[in-house]
């Protein structure tokens, strides 16, 4: 019975661990861009939702929405001055410049939000709801719906709208995608925006359950690249079953092992799978340009 | 070419004389730190600059040198010289077991890898706290007192016998470097750098030649670090931070990577900036970030590549590679 709640926390820790892997995985796809930023998107997310709904007293909800919101015009900006220049150069400099981006967002939250881990309290009621034997409590019922619903609806966006399609079409091939008459500029400035979204709606959902502090971003993005590696590159699938497996893992990790630990399992995971399948479960092309 | 020499010896000289006219301590304790920063970043620059691998957790490196050196020395009684033996070895044996892990892909696989480990070997220095004392830290790690009898003897505790001592691995490791580099071995891996299949096609086997390379980066990332534990006298889980990776990254883009000088030159100027920005207080290290990423859009061969070009041609030959000319396009991570 333990080992199915274990199980169920990681599913739930996972939904929104499958978030931030989606939209590094359509930056590094669609954009080519090694976006080492993409952590602090998620830290940001979980400070927006704290200045909103704990300091602010805004509903818990729309803090949320609220909060992604702030962060995708963070990373619209972001992606204006710093990417748009830069398109025409090596993956290497667009990496270090997005090392620089981190490090910056990094030491302006320290500025505005102090380097003291803060954590936030919903608004739910704490008492678990027992359902068979297991202990769901609704915060967590929260994230896990949440994180589905903009799963789903990025799903939706990719496979059923004219501009999904240009970003498929850009995936597989942008030059011949420019020709074709799709503007991959404005198709690059929306990867980047939507991508930042989901990593702050995971950074959102996520802040209640871990602390919030300057440089969480640094964990939130080496799981977010364990993801991408784990899944393959661009694979959407691989995305969200990389991102509920490293949740079940860690949850497992933590519960069996030891919680000192438990950020280590996707290291663990990395390891495996540049052993046994190094280009993903789901990878056509390695990430080598 | 005798241009270079100048330069060359006048930069020895003020590094040996550099004890004698700054006795301020502030200022001594920095030029220590830059020796075995420079260290560090010239084993950076091996990987980064020429067989053209970015590693963004060469602090997983230096860190486990600086924790294997200190423990060994105050669990076992090794002093500094046994420390220098054991740190490298020990940092090079994890790098080769992250190569031969992480370079069947390049890339972005060996970048994530390299980070990974830094993290991962935090969270052990953090959390075995029965050997590492976790978040307190190692303290009271002693450096040698050399004795000559009758001559005196030469206590590695105080600033100035300590500075010439990293100051003679650091003229070793340049030396090794340059040595390295324009061997056939040096030869080959650049070639891999610049291009992996010509360089497979005449018999250069790229996978075996970068575990090398990354081996003996390691190694001397290991040396920097035992340096830098008996130095500071105290290290805690800080050591593997990802900032000081991203550093010692800059150090070699900033100063110049693939050439000669720019890793030492970088440790300068990276060692520096930071200290010289504590003037603005608390944004100090907004101010660093910004002043990264102009470096990396506005100044990416380095600011070697800039002085060269200011003197015309002046030091062309430091400039080893056809790096600079092929520039930016020819990306490394090709």
């Known amino acids: ?289 | 070419m005798k241009k270079n020499r100048v330069i060359l010896l006048l930069c020895l000289l003020g590094a040996i004389l550099f004890p004698v006219a700054i006795k301020d301590l502030y200022f001594m304790h920095i030029a220590i730190l830059i020796g075995i920063y420079a260290i560090s970043a010239i084993s950076v620059n091996l990987i980064l600059g020429y067989a053209g691998q970015l590693s963004l957790g060469h602090a997983a490196f230096f860190g486990i040198g600086s924790y294997v050196s200190a423990l060994a020395y105050l669990q076992l009684g090794v002093p500094l010289w046994g420390g220098m033996i054991l740190a490298p070895a020990a940092s090079g044996v994890l790098g080769y077991v992250v190569a031969k892990l992480a370079l069947k892909l390049r890339g972005a696989y060996f970048v994530i890898m390299t980070i990974g480990v830094a993290e991962v070997l935090k969270l052990v220095a953090l959390n075995w706290v029965s050997v590492t004392k976790g978040p307190m830290g190692v303290t009271d790690i002693g450096a040698p007192v050399l004795s000559f009898g009758s001559f005196g003897t030469l206590n590695f505790g105080e600033k100035v016998p300590y500075y010439y001592l990293v100051l003679l691995f650091l003229i070793v490791s340049v030396f090794l470097q340059c040595r390295l580099i324009r061997s056939p071995f040096g030869r080959s891996f650049i070639s891999i750098r610049e291009n992996e299949d010509l360089a497979q096609s005449i018999g250069i086997n790229s996978y075996k030649y970068l575990i090398i390379v990354v081996v003996i980066s390691t190694a001397i990332a290991g040396l920097s670090g035992s340096l830098y534990a008996h130095y500071v006298k105290f290290i805690d889980p800080g050591v593997f931070a990802f900032f000081f990776s991203v550093n010692l990254v800059m150090m070699v883009v900033g100063g110049g990577q693939g050439t000669f000088a720019g890793p030492v030159l970088g440790a300068i100027l990276f060692t520096a900036i930071p200290e010289l920005l504590r003037v603005f207080g608390d944004s100090r290290m907004v101010i660093y970030s910004l002043i990264v990423i102009f470096f990396v859009i506005f100044m990416p061969r380095g600011i070697l590549f800039y002085l060269n070009w200011i003197s015309k041609g002046a030091g062309r030959d430091i400039m080893e590679s056809a790096y600079a000319e092929n520039g930016e396009t020819e990306g490394s991570m090709s």
């Open chain 1, 1 to 289: 019975m333990l080992f199915i709640q274990y199980v169920i926390n990681g599913l739930i820790v996972g939904g929104a661990y499958a978030l931030i892997g989606i939209g590094l995985t359509l930056i590094l796809g669609i954009m080519n861009v090694v976006n080492f930023a993409h952590g602090e998107m998620y830290m940001l997310g979980a400070y927006f939702l704290y200045t909103f709904f704990a300091l602010l007293h805004i509903n818990f909800c729309l803090s949320i929405l609220l909060a992604i919101a702030a962060v995708m015009v963070i990373g619209f900006a972001c992606e204006k001055a710093i990417l748009k220049p830069l398109r025409k150069r090596s993956v290497d400099t667009v990496m270090l410049a997005m090392i620089g981006v981190s490090l910056f967002f990094q030491n302006m939250a320290m500025l505005a939000w102090t380097a003291v881990p803060q954590s936030i309290k919903d608004p739910f009621p704490h008492d678990a709801i027992i359902v068979g034997g297991l202990y769901f409590i609704p915060q967590r019922i929260l994230v896990i719906v949440i994180a589905f619903f903009f799963v789903v609806l990025t799903h939706l966006l990719l496979k059923k709208t004219k501009l999904g399609k240009a970003m498929r079409a850009t995936f597989l091939d942008r030059e011949t995608a420019s020709l074709m008459g799709i503007n991959s500029d404005h198709i690059y400035s929306f990867t980047f925006v939507l991508g930042a979204g989901l990593a702050s709606a995971s950074g959102a959902l996520l802040g209640p359950i871990f602390t919030v502090h300057p440089y969480v971003g640094n964990l939130a993005n080496l799981k977010a690249f364990t993801i991408v590696i784990f899944g393959g590159l661009g694979s959407f699938t691989g995305a969200i079953t990389a991102g509920l497996l490293l949740g079940v893992f860690e949850s497992l990790g933590a519960g069996y092992v030891s919680s000192g630990y438990q950020h280590a399992v996707g290291f663990l995971m990395l390891i495996l799978i540049l052993i046994i399948k190094p280009k993903g479960l789901f990878g056509k092309i390695g990430i080598t340009r």
